[in-house]
Every structure is written in C-alpha cells, then in structure tokens.
C-alpha cells in the first residue's frame, strides 16, 4: 500500500501536526535569503522580481480566491498586490517577513474587491465558537486531536484526493479556508496566519480545527464502506 506521506507529496496536501504544540521558527533560514533578494528588488533586478512572482503567485492567487468568487478577479487581485509591493519597497520596515507583508496586502485588495462583488463573507462568531468542547474558553485544545489525515489518506489515491480536496475547501466560509490554504496548502506558520488574516492564535487554531474537520468529513463519507 502506499505510503501515506508519498500521497501529501502527490497530492500538494499538507496538513500540520496537532495544533496543540508550539511552531518552530521557520523565518529563521530564510532571513538572510529574503534580504538579499529584499535588496535586489530595491534595485531594480527584474531577475528576483521574476523570481519571486514564481515563487508566491499560485500562493496568492489561492488566498484572494478564498475572499472573492472567480479567478479572474483574483489574478486582478494579485495583480494590483504586485503592483503594492513594488510601489511599498522603499517603505517596508520589515517588522514582518516580506511574505507576510506581501500576503496581507492580497488580504487586503481581495476584501475590497469581494465587498465590490457583494460576496465578500466575514469571518462570523458561529465560526469561532467553542461549543463542541474540543477547545478551552482562551482558544487552546482541550485535547489534541487524532489527526485526520492517517485515517482517510491510504484510502484514497491521490489524485482523487486532491481534487476532492480542492472541492471542499472551495466550500468553507471565508474564514475557514483562508486559514486552511495558508497553513495546509501554502505552508505558513501559524503565527505567519495569523498576521496575515490579523486574526488570534486562538481563532486561528478553532477556524483551522473547523476546516479539517470539514474536509475529513466530506471525505470520510466517500470512503464510508
């Protein structure tokens, strides 16, 4: 049978560990890279301009989907957060990774252009509450969870899988599967999320709770003999 982790790697699916433990510190090897190719772009290289829009577009173009209804918007969307970037160079403090900056940017033309769409959801109270007793009042768990992916992932071929996968992300509320891209599909940390969607570590454990289980929902019942 196939191995479980050689399905995430065909799959581009990636779920996290259980959130109840603490994120290593994943900026921490990409510092020095990030600014030299930082200073790069404040020179004009159009080398690390390509490089970088390489890098982080697909990435973007997913987290503006999560807020506005059609792609075209969301490369529209992108679009103008390139365009935010490189008329910011000069202005970015770094007090955040350029990812992050980046990305909040994309955060932020997507709400614009999904209110203008009149379909922009906001993240809403029921998303975040903790009625289900997995979660303490402050947002930490109760008890970490049994993680979904073993359960249901050798079941699956991969293929299937993903785009099942990509089917019911497309379905959670805009909170859900901003947090759940990001983490699952994108790789950033938490803490990154967090800055990004300018959300708490709290919230963003209960919304990514939310979104696995929703996804290992719709999946089980396929495989439900």
């Known amino acids: 049978m196939t191995n479980i982790s050689q399905r995430n790697a065909a799959t581009g699916w990636h779920p996290r560990s ?6 290593p510190h994943p900026d921490r090897d990409v510092d020095e890279s990030e600014s030299r190719l930082l200073a790069r ?7 690390a301009f390509t490089e970088l829009v390489a890098r982080w577009h697909p990435a973007m173009v997913r987290l503006a989907l999560t807020r506005v ?12 957060a390139w365009l935010g970037l490189l008329r910011g160079l000069d202005a970015f403090e770094g007090r955040s990774s350029l990812r992050t900056w980046l ?61 099942r996968i990509r089917e019911e992300i497309a379905r959670l509320p805009a909170g859900q599967q901003a947090v759940v891209t990001l983490r699952d599909i994108d790789g950033l940390s938490s803490s990154e999320v967090c800055a990004v969607l300018e959300i708490t570590e709290g919230n963003q454990r209960v919304l990514l709770h939310r979104a696995r289980t ?7 019942v396929e495989v439900r003999p």
Request: hydrophobic share 40%; proline share 4%.
């Open 69 to 80: 209804r059609s792609r075209a918007v969301a490369e529209e969307v992108v679009q103008d």
């Open 214 to 220: 929703r996804i290992r929902a719709a999946l089980e």
């Open 103 to 163: 990305f909040r940017i994309v955060v932020n033309r997507a709400i614009s252009a999904g209110l203008r769409e009149r379909v922009h959801v906001p993240v809403d109270d029921v998303e975040l509450e903790h009625h289900d007793g997995r979660f303490s009042q402050d947002g930490w768990w109760v008890a970490p969870p049994v993680h979904w992916s073993d359960e249901v992932l050798d079941r699956l071929t991969a293929p299937a899988l993903a785009s």
């Open 41 to 47: 772009l404040r020179e004009g290289d159009e080398v």
């Open 18 to 23: 259980a959130e109840g433990s603490q994120d």
